[in-house]
């Protein structure tokens, strides 16, 4: 897995299905910018409730994140053929039935990462990098909370450098096209601003780094599949026999084993292929047969 080969698989799909991708991320950001866009009026305001849509807020931001975060596994998964079939609907409920497993792990992770931060830095920059798995593998090899963890190290072993420069590019490309995007709506009103404004920001960067380590899982996961023995084995039976240095057709059955019908077949004595008793040359390596000579047929 290269930081490079992972970019360019994710940008063709970013910008290939970006309209799809936009529309799922603009969905879940109009609920999350809706609420915290009336959290911070009621605070500005100073109106009553604002203790509620402050907590309701943050749930529906944590709900979100990671509602996003698994349909863009799937919608990835879906298009990485080159057709993006399942509908934005599906895409959503397919994700439902692993939204608590996700929400889970990834409060779990966040306070990991946000402790090793707050205390040493890097500490939370290695539990950040090893656990950068831990939604596709969620979501796609429907694991548990605490498997979750573990398969997503196991992953990561070995490329940890180049998934956390890959999780580095990511965060500054998308920190600074989504600051660009919020400037140009810092006109509106504050509810506007947030509930349009970041909607549209958000739902334009927010997938690509979702887009990207979905992309790096698959190649991750590639990476540690060997190619099976049985496809091995199928390639080597494929070859063509060589006979006096020219490629000819298998016989139907092995050199050897074949067992002709009385009076009816010969054996080319040649290539070793089954042949009906009244041909004169092998249809397979083109050998004459002389009726007089040597070539008997077998059986009789």
Same mark, same amino acid.
């Given at each position: 897995?290269?930081?490079?080969?992972? =970019?360019?698989?994710?940008? %063709?799909?970013?910008?290939?299905?970006?309209?799809?991708?936009?529309?799922?991320? =603009?969905?879940?950001?109009?609920?999350?910018?809706?609420?915290?866009?009336?959290?911070?009026? &009621? $605070?500005?305001?100073?109106?009553? +409730?604002?203790?509620?849509?402050?907590?309701?807020?943050?749930? #529906?931001?944590?709900?979100?994140?990671?509602?996003?975060?698994?349909?863009?596994?799937?919608?990835?998964?879906?298009?990485?053929?080159?057709?993006?079939?399942?509908? %934005?609907?599906?895409?959503?409920?397919?994700?439902?039935? $692993?939204?608590? %497993?996700?929400?889970?792990? +990834?409060?779990?992770?966040? =306070?990991?990462?946000?402790?090793?931060?707050?205390?040493?830095?890097?500490?939370?920059?290695?539990?950040? #990098?090893?656990?950068?798995?831990?939604?596709?593998?969620?979501? =796609? @090899?429907?694991?548990?909370?605490?498997?979750?963890?573990?398969?997503?190290?196991?992953?990561?072993?070995?490329?940890?450098?180049?998934?956390?420069?890959?999780?580095?590019?990511?965060?500054?490309? #998308?920190?600074?096209?989504?600051?660009?995007?919020?400037?140009?709506?810092?006109?509106?009103?504050?509810?506007?601003? *947030?509930?349009? +404004?970041? #909607?549209? &920001?958000?739902?334009?960067?927010? !997938?690509?780094?979702?887009?990207?380590? %979905?992309?790096?899982?698959?190649?991750?996961?590639?990476? @540690?599949?060997?190619?099976?023995?049985?496809?091995?084995?199928?390639? *080597?039976?494929?070859? !063509?026999?060589?006979?006096?240095?020219?490629?000819?057709?298998?016989?139907?059955? @092995? &050199?050897?084993? &074949?067992?002709?019908?009385?009076?009816?077949?010969?054996?080319?004595?040649?290539?070793?292929?089954?042949?009906?008793?009244?041909?004169?040359?092998?249809?397979?390596?083109?050998?004459?047969?002389?009726?007089?000579?040597?070539?008997?047929?077998?059986?009789?």
């Amino acid at each position: 897995m290269s930081i490079g080969a992972v =970019l360019d698989e994710a940008w %063709t799909l970013y910008t290939k299905f970006f309209t799809r991708f936009f529309v799922l991320a =603009l969905i879940v950001f109009a609920i999350v910018n809706f609420v915290f866009a009336l959290f911070w009026l &009621a $605070l500005d305001e100073r109106a009553s +409730g604002g203790v509620f849509l402050g907590v309701l807020a943050l749930a #529906t931001a944590i709900i979100g994140q990671f509602w996003l975060q698994g349909a863009v596994v799937f919608a990835v998964e879906d298009a990485r053929d080159g057709v993006f079939d399942a509908s %934005t609907r599906e895409i959503f409920g397919r994700v439902m039935p $692993l939204l608590g %497993t996700l929400v889970v792990a +990834g409060l779990l992770a966040g =306070l990991g990462v946000g402790v090793g931060l707050f205390l040493l830095i890097v500490p939370g920059l290695f539990l950040l #990098t090893i656990w950068s798995m831990v939604a596709p593998v969620i979501v =796609l @090899e429907r694991s548990d909370v605490l498997g979750a963890f573990g398969r997503s190290r196991a992953l990561v072993r070995g490329s940890g450098l180049r998934v956390f420069g890959l999780i580095l590019v990511t965060i500054v490309l #998308t920190t600074i096209a989504g600051n660009i995007l919020r400037a140009v709506f810092s006109f509106l009103p504050l509810f506007l601003e *947030i509930s349009v +404004g970041s #909607t549209v &920001a958000s739902a334009v960067v927010a !997938p690509f780094s979702a887009i990207a380590l %979905t992309v790096a899982y698959f190649m991750l996961r590639e990476r @540690e599949e060997p190619v099976p023995e049985d496809v091995t084995a199928a390639a *080597i039976q494929a070859e !063509p026999a060589v006979v006096d240095g020219a490629e000819v057709a298998e016989p139907p059955a @092995e &050199a050897g084993e &074949a067992e002709p019908a009385p009076d009816t077949e010969y054996v080319c004595p040649r290539c070793g292929a089954t042949v009906a008793r009244e041909a004169t040359a092998c249809p397979h390596c083109g050998q004459d047969f002389d009726l007089g000579g040597d070539e008997e047929p077998k059986g009789s």
